[in-house]
């Protein structure tokens, strides 16, 4: 997906914070431009680099989440010190109490089924015909792999947007659980179109009918997802960042 304005969204409120609206997948220095968080992913990567450390190992990784943590924790203290807060005595909230009462939600179960059976797909292409494109294989794991987690945190996040909406008299429209929503529903829809370019590369004929299945289970997924959050929205939008994606898994 990469950055993309939900149809909802004003022109002008997209532009003064496009990063909202970024789900820090695809060509990270073309995101960079726009989004600050995929900008600082790739500053971090390129000082990894230039200190002869691999980005994407572990010990590094938390190294540098340990790090903003920290500084985020220090920036958090002083503004509470501001505004006289103290942050060690604070009344308990009842939304953080019942944050997690979607768990049992047909649409979270339904979710959390098919990450389960983007995972499974995801170890079956560890181990691929020696005359199979690496290159298509490698992107549709990138896009499964990416989706796999994401999008359940999105719908947990949209249904409990949801039902801050349905219950707070003072809550102020903000299109928050649409919005996630439809950031899981552009990673699912992805997936159906990663799915359907490998059950059509004949090296992978021997998986051809999961595939398949996956790829119809996305889409009907996806289409839930549209009726039960943003039901009525004309979904006519522009993805910015994932051109080379869109095209290896052109229909």
């Known amino acids: 997906m990469g950055i993309v304005k939900p149809p909802w969204i004003s022109n002008e409120f997209f532009r003064s914070c496009p990063f909202n609206y970024c789900d820090h997948f695809g060509d990270k220095e073309k995101l960079a431009v726009v989004c600050i968080i995929c900008k600082e992913d790739v500053e971090r990567i390129e000082k990894c680099k230039k200190e002869g450390k691999d980005p994407y190992a572990l010990e590094n990784v938390f190294a540098d989440v340990a790090q903003n943590l920290a500084k985020t924790m220090v920036m958090i203290s002083q503004q509470a010190k501001e505004m006289d807060i103290d942050l060690t005595n604070l009344p308990d909230d009842e939304e953080i109490k019942n944050e997690r009462f979607y768990e ?74 649409e919005t996630s929503a439809f950031l899981a529903y552009l990673a699912i829809e992805r997936n159906s179109r990663a799915l359907l370019a490998l059950a059509k590369h004949k090296p992978l004929i021997q998986q051809r009918r999961s595939y398949l299945k996956l790829s119809k289970t996305s889409l009907e997924l996806a289409n839930i997802i549209h009726q039960e959050f943003f039901p009525g929205w004309e979904l006519k939008y522009q993805e910015y960042g994932c051109e080379e994606y869109d095209q290896l898994f052109t229909l």
């Open 104 to 177: 049992n939600d047909p649409i979270f179960l339904l979710i959390k089924k098919y990450s389960n059976q983007i995972k499974k797909t995801i170890t079956n292409l560890e181990i691929v015909p020696i005359d199979a494109n690496v290159f298509l294989v490698e992107k549709a794991i990138d896009a499964l792999s990416h989706s796999a987690h994401y999008v359940v945190a999105k719908i947990g996040r949209a249904l409990n947007s949801e039902l801050r909406e349905a219950t707070n008299t003072t809550y102020i429209k903000s299109y928050d659980n």
